[in-house]
T-cell receptor, first 114, second 115 residues
Framework: EDKVVQSPLSLVVHEGDTVTLNCSYE??????LLWYKQEKKAPTFLFML????IEKKSGRLSSILDKKELFSILNITATQTGDSAVYLC??????????????FGQGTRLTINP | DTEVTQTPKHLVMGMTNKKSLKCEQH?????MYWYKQKAKKPPELMFV???????INESVPSRFSPECPNSSLLNLHLHALQPEDSALYLC??????????????FGSGTQLSVL
């Protein structure tokens, strides 16, 4: 069975700290790995990774994938209170008939204290 | 327009009521999804429509009935729900094929309470 495991499940840090969120996966036919941020309701897209070793960056956020060791990390530097959210990792198996069946991890609840 | 719009935002219903959740997107996406999310849990896939045809039903009870009237609209009809069905119901869409098909765009959800 396809599986995605995130760690830690919960993290509390002070504003300005750097955090690393982890995501490991077991998927029969891997296509891509995605990171989403969920603050209140709608998960919003952060990154999609398909190739090993290529870092994706967006401002203070960055992510990298290791397809050999089957994991990804999401880094956030100089954290701000607005980064407080649940960060979801999801893996997409190979496309099946146009519909995607993402496998989600449990999420990491990140709290940034001022 | 990269939005997925869901209505209503909040819904309270009794176990004998019939109600519908609505979802709309104008990104030209051809795959649309219903997810259910309980508090502090990840989203769970319920249904997927691909090119207006139901392609995935994750063994969802028949008291949930999806409908895709056209490529922009997705409904979820609710009837005789149970209190344990209370959750956030998220709609999402994706291109339907090709590169970036797995990049789902989510709506803000309908917070459903069943009394």
């Amino acid at each position: 069975e396809d599986k995605v495991v995130q760690s830690p499940l919960s993290l509390v840090v002070h504003e300005g700290d750097t955090v690393t969120l982890n995501c490991s996966y077991e998927v029969t036919n891997f296509r891509s790995l995605l990171w989403y941020k969920q603050e209140k309701k709608a998960p919003t897209f952060l990154f999609m990774l398909t190739s090993s070793g290529i870092e994706k960056k967006s401002g203070r956020l960055s992510s990298i994938l290791d397809k050999k060791e089957l994991f990804s990390i999401l880094n956030i530097t100089a954290t701000q209170t607005g980064d407080s959210a649940v960060y979801l990792c999801a893996v997409a198996p190979l496309d099946r008939q146009g519909a995607q069946k993402l496998v989600f991890g449990q999420g990491t609840r990140l709290t940034i204290n001022p | 327009d990269t939005e997925v719009t869901q209505t209503p935002k909040h819904l309270v219903m009794g176990m004998t009521n019939k109600k519908s959740l609505k979802c709309e997107q104008h990104m030209g996406h051809r795959a649309m999804y219903w997810y259910k999310q309980k508090a502090k849990k990840p989203p769970e896939l319920m249904f997927v429509y691909s090119y207006e045809k139901l392609s995935i039903n994750e063994s969802v009870p028949s008291r949930f009935s999806p409908e895709c009237p056209n490529s922009s609209l997705l409904n979820l009809h609710l009837h005789a729900l149970q209190p344990e069905d209370s959750a956030l119901y998220l709609c999402a869409s994706s291109p339907g094929t090709g590169y970036l098909n797995e990049k789902l765009f989510f709506g803000s959800g309908t917070q459903l309470s069943v009394l």
